[in-house]
């Protein structure tokens, strides 16, 4: 774990142990090798040991890092959380969502349970992240908020009906913040990339037969990110749609 630079962007990825997230913090970190686009980065997941994984790989690119373990799913303990995290490490300049889970089953059949786990992961977790940088972003009269969502945010598909509110839930809290904040300098993003091959269709709340090989990689999804996360503050991409160019699947 590197020591945090006071001049440097700082940026917080969550779900940074695996998929979209994993390779938002690698390519971030890449940055390393021009110092004046160096990012300093703060990376949180669920698992303490994933995590430490994560933070060997992208200390080898030179990169500031530092990581911590936090439970998603605990929502009432992430804004606590962020704001003693940002105690010791400075403000956030960019915060990235990444953490989520994939669901599949039709409307009719989801029980209570699992549409309110759904809608936690997706949607209350990253509510809880902004509104804990917010504050500091504010202060400093600037900040990026880069939420990603899923083309399953624009277009239904069958079964996954309880995925698609989650996530049209998400893109419809980055239009509200972005109005919000605009004034104080806060840029918002979307991301709405189609199906990118990562560890979410092996979880125990997917099923499909999609043909994997024809997704998107998670490294072009983080590589659309960062330049997102790269343009001047004069610039913003409100919403970015990134697709398979074999279609939606």
């Not at 980065?41 to 994933?50: A, E, N």
Request: aromatic residues 4%.
């Amino acid at each position: 774990m590197s020591s945090l630079s006071s001049t440097r962007k700082r940026a917080l990825i969550t779900g940074a142990t695996s998929g979209i997230g994993r390779a938002t913090a690698l390519a971030f970190a890449q940055q390393a090798s021009t110092p004046e686009a160096a990012f300093d980065l703060i990376l949180l997941g669920r698992s303490p040991v994933k995590i430490d994984q994560v933070l060997t790989e992208v200390s080898a690119s030179g990169s500031n890092v530092t990581g911590y373990p936090l439970d998603f799913s605990e929502v009432d303990q992430i804004l606590p959380r962020l704001q003693a995290i940002q105690q010791e490490v400075g403000g956030i300049d960019i915060l990235v969502n990444c953490a989520g889970i994939g669901y599949t089953g039709s409307i009719a059949s989801i029980t209570l349970q699992d549409w309110q786990t759904l809608l936690t992961l997706n949607l209350t977790s990253a509510l809880q992240c902004v509104q804990a940088v917010l504050p500091r972003m504010r202060q400093q009269q600037s900040g990026h908020i880069i939420n990603v969502a899923s083309i399953a945010a624009q277009q239904v598909f069958s079964d996954w009906g309880a995925y698609c509110v989650s996530k049209a839930a998400l893109a419809t809290l980055s239009k509200a913040i972005a109005v919000e904040e605009r004034g104080h300098g806060i840029r918002v993003t979307t991301i709405y990339p189609g199906s990118v091959n990562t560890p979410l269709w092996d979880t125990d709340t997917v099923s499909s037969t999609f043909d994997r090989s024809k997704m998107l990689t998670p490294e072009i999804v983080a590589q659309s990110i960062l330049q997102v996360a790269m343009l001047p503050p004069g610039a913003i991409v409100e919403e970015l749609t990134l697709m398979p160019s074999a279609g939606a699947l």
